[in-house]
């Protein structure tokens, strides 16, 4: 590179939509409260309806994106978006009822955004506009210029917002904000031509350009790489013209593009198969598709879904009579499975049981959980039967339906289930509030002829009973069982995985911060040798717990990574990771980065909606009130406490560390008194309950606000730690440095945190030994100047 050239350094996407264009919508959709985004696909419309329908405080928002081949399927959309049940109901006219009382009973009215409207069934489309027309939900719906004469009763209800593709000046605007430097016209032209004028694919598409070094800074110009002549242009000037269908036959590049975008990706010996080596060899010297690991993939995938996006019924159907039984590799890909089923529903086709099976587990390691529920919904398959139960079950879950959870398991007969089955139907056969008949199924469920099956199935039981208690305790007696059948080898390897992360919360909670990294990585480690057959059940929780134990750990930088890695989905695609956002919360916290707190605590309470699966938004509620108050905002911080108030958790630790954030927050708006009360009790109730991680946490934290006189709370939960880590080490040094009145290490204590990169714990620290030393012999100025400075960044402005 020569040396005037410069690596572009992004900053965040600005806006593609001027601000003006999106409080003109808001104010559209206030006045009619049914907005209808249109425009031509790659346009942004549903980019614009996200921004349009950030919602206003007190509300939620829910999205539902049809697909091609749902319109088949009546209420699909509503049932999706209220509740399962509405798929069963007779008439229309009970579903608005039912989903009308629900709505009145909702402190605010909430936003709904359904994308695709075109693609989605009547009966969704008659019920929500009737609910909007009654001003019970804030509707955004957004579809294609011929969708809307399609849906004449849409069109009637709602007024009109549309979306053209980007022109030359607002894109070359984009990229000077994303880049900070002036993008050439060159550079302009070949990602005006690629993109289509389309938001998602340029931002994709640049970000790959530039972090590849195809694209960098020469004199605060955006250009080639002027190192690598010819290579830029290729991979930018790409095929545009295989992209759009075209009369008679197709191209056998085209149907490369086409069958690629259709899949997600193809064997490399199957294309060539099906479209010739020249296709293949053409798309990867352009730099359209990228050859690794003897598959195809899009070098930028969201060209992949602009042009599954663009493709005719027709051409789905052509493509799909010509070409699916000559890609039996392809399809046998995990990868593959979730839009190979959506193929298969926009042809108008009934799914194979297996292709059924495997693309509900892959939506659900998407983070797509109702998609989940289409594909393993028994109408949509060619046998019309129940299948992939504990994928069905889990996304129920993630979309806060328990009575749906209930009644997949009612349709089973637990002798027939798979061991990974078993134990998530005996972990839902304990949330039944009869005794006596959750004893039925229970030894229904494990009893069988062959007495080496059995044994196994009582292994399973003993697992679902040790699970269950493993998130409410932290007891040694606990940890010692837990260990003997994580090491099991009666154990499938998805019910390992299980109680090897069962383990790691067990010994999360005992104070054991660095036996719980080691022991979440053995479950990660055993899903990673099975990734053809992993599920979201599993990994989920594993990957959760140990993002959890790497904080503790003060691993911050493992702790990063493993958060992006969660959130970036077993397969590095974007959308898994159920709990990202609040996670993500927690690390800044942790890191001292509030603007990145705010942003992510915005993200979960605006998609968390009523139900919580995970009962932690009260927890992300109180570390974002505390948050408030850093940033010099205590009127909003006193508003979301009490929304943290309103909302405790079920889940025992959760609950506890909810009372200790709201303990810190009230401490920050100068309530000390207040904060005190809540932690002597959260204290009193996590030794009753062996939670000593948390006890630890909120004896530290009591004497934080109080200072010494309540250090011997503390050292009652920390003395007598054996081979301590992490924070209880921190936690433990601090105690006896705090009753030692000894300054210099508690110093010394706030400098190791911050080299941690633990500036909130640090700051924490620091401003205690600033209370304490009064003396001004206690601190030479140097070291009271950098106590200060790290005080300060878990302050204001931080």
């Known amino acids: 590179m020569p040396k005037d050239s410069a690596v572009a350094v992004a900053g965040p996407w600005p806006s593609t939509f ?127 210029p011929e969708g809307l004469r399609d849906h004449p009763r849409l069109a009637a209800a709602g007024t009109l917002v549309t979306t053209e593709p980007l022109d030359a000046a607002t894109l070359a605007d984009l990229l000077r904000g994303r880049f900070g430097a002036d993008p050439h016209p060159e550079v302009v032209d070949l990602l005006l031509a690629r993109s289509g004028g389309s938001p998602g694919v340029l931002k994709h598409l640049a970000d790959a350009a530039v972090e590849s070094g195809l694209l960098v800074v020469v004199d605060r110009v955006l250009v080639p790489d002027p190192a690598r002549p010819g290579t830029s242009t290729r991979l930018l000037a790409g095929l545009p013209d295989a992209w759009p269908e075209r009369g008679g036959e197709s191209a056998p590049i085209q149907d490369l593009l086409h ?137 129920f879950n993630e979309l806060g339906d328990p009575e749906g959870v209930m009644e997949v398991f009612r ?196 998609g968390v909606g009523s139900h919580d699966p995970h009962q932690v938004r009260g927890w992300v509620e109180a570390m974002t009130a505390e948050c408030l108050v850093q940033t010099g905002r205590p009127d909003e911080a006193r508003v979301l406490l009490a929304e943290a108030n309103r909302h405790p958790s079920r889940i025992p630790h959760l609950e506890l560390i909810r009372r200790v954030m709201i303990a810190s927050t009230h401490d920050a708006l100068a309530e000390p008194e207040l904060a005190m009360e809540i932690l002597a009790g959260v204290i009193d109730e996590a030794r009753e309950r062996n939670l000593l991680l948390t006890r630890i946490e909120a004896a530290g934290t009591a004497v934080l606000i109080g200072g010494p006189p309540q250090v011997g709370m503390l050292g009652d939960a920390v003395d007598h730690l054996v081979d301590p880590s992490g924070t209880p080490l921190i936690w433990q040094d601090f105690a006896r440095a705090v009753r030692d009145y000894d300054i210099p290490a508690i110093v010394a204590l706030a400098d190791e945190l911050d080299a941690h990169g633990a500036r909130w714990f640090a700051g924490r620290v620091a401003q205690s030994v600033l209370d304490m030393a009064r003396r001004a012999t206690d601190l030479t100025p140097a070291t009271r100047d950098r106590m200060g400075r790290i005080a300060e960044m878990s302050g204001p402005g931080a």
């Open 18 to 144: 001027p601000a003006t264009l999106v409080e003109h919508a808001r104010d559209r959709l206030g006045e009619s409260s049914l907005l209808l985004v249109v425009g031509p696909t790659g346009t942004g419309r549903t980019l614009l309806a996200g921004e349009i329908t950030l919602p206003a405080s007190g509300s939620t928002l829910s999205r539902h994106a049809a697909r091609p081949g749902d319109h088949d399927l009546a209420r699909l959309a509503v049932s999706q978006l209220f509740d399962s049940s509405l798929r069963s109901m007779p008439d229309l006219d009970e579903v608005e009822r039912w989903v009308a009382a629900d709505l009145r009973d909702r402190p605010a009215t909430p936003h709904v955004v359904l994308a695709e409207a075109h693609l989605c069934d009547a009966d969704s489309i008659e019920v929500l506009t009737r609910l909007a027309t009654r001003r019970l939900i804030w509707l955004v719906a957004t579809t294609t």
């Open 259 to 395: 069958l690629a975008a259709m899949l997600g990706q193809l064997d490399a010996a199957e294309a060539r198969g099906c479209c010739g080596e020249e296709a293949v060899a053409t798309a990867v010297t352009h730099g359209v598709l990228t050859l690794r690991h003897d598959l195809l993939t899009f070098t930028v995938p969201a060209e992949g879904t602009l042009i599954a996006w663009r493709l005719s019924s027709r051409r789905r159907i052509e493509l799909f009579d010509r070409f699916v039984y000559s890609v039996p590799r392809t399809l046998a890909h995990p990868a593959v499975a979730a839009q190979a089923a959506g193929w298969w529903r926009s042809t108008g086709r009934l799914l194979p049981v297996g292709l059924a099976a495997h693309a509900a587990r892959h939506a659900n390691l998407l983070g797509a959980y109702r998609r989940a529920l289409v594909y393993s919904d028994p109408a949509v398959n060619d046998q019309h039967e129940l299948v992939a139960p504990l994928e069905r079950g889990f996304a």
């Open 411 to 606: 349709q089973l007969d637990p002798i027939h289930l798979s061991e990974d089955e078993l134990l998530a139907y005996l972990r839902v056969a304990t949330l039944l509030e009869d005794d006596v008949e959750r004893a039925r199924l229970t030894h229904r469920a494990v009893v069988a002829g062959d007495p080496e099956r059995r044994r196994s199935r009582e292994v399973v039981r003993t697992l679902a009973d040790l699970t269950s208690r493993s998130w409410a305790s932290g007891d040694e007696k606990l940890a010692h069982r837990m260990r003997s059948v994580a090491f099991s080898t009666d154990l499938s390897t998805g019910n390992r995985a299980v109680a090897f992360a069962s383990l790691s919360s067990v010994l999360l909670q005992a104070g054991r911060p660095d036996q719980a990294v080691e022991s979440a990585s053995f479950a990660l480690a055993i899903l990673a040798e099975r990734q053809d057959a992993v599920t979201a059940y599993h990994l989920d929780m594993a990957r959760e717990v140990h993002i959890l134990s790497l904080m503790s750990a003060l691993d911050l930088q493992g702790a990063d990574r493993a958060l992006r890695e969660y959130a970036s989905g077993v397969f590095a695609r974007t959308g898994s990771g159920r709990l990202a956002a609040a996670l993500q919360t927690y690390v800044s916290v942790g890191r001292g980065d509030i603007p990145a707190a705010l942003a992510a605590s915005a993200e979960f309470l605006a």
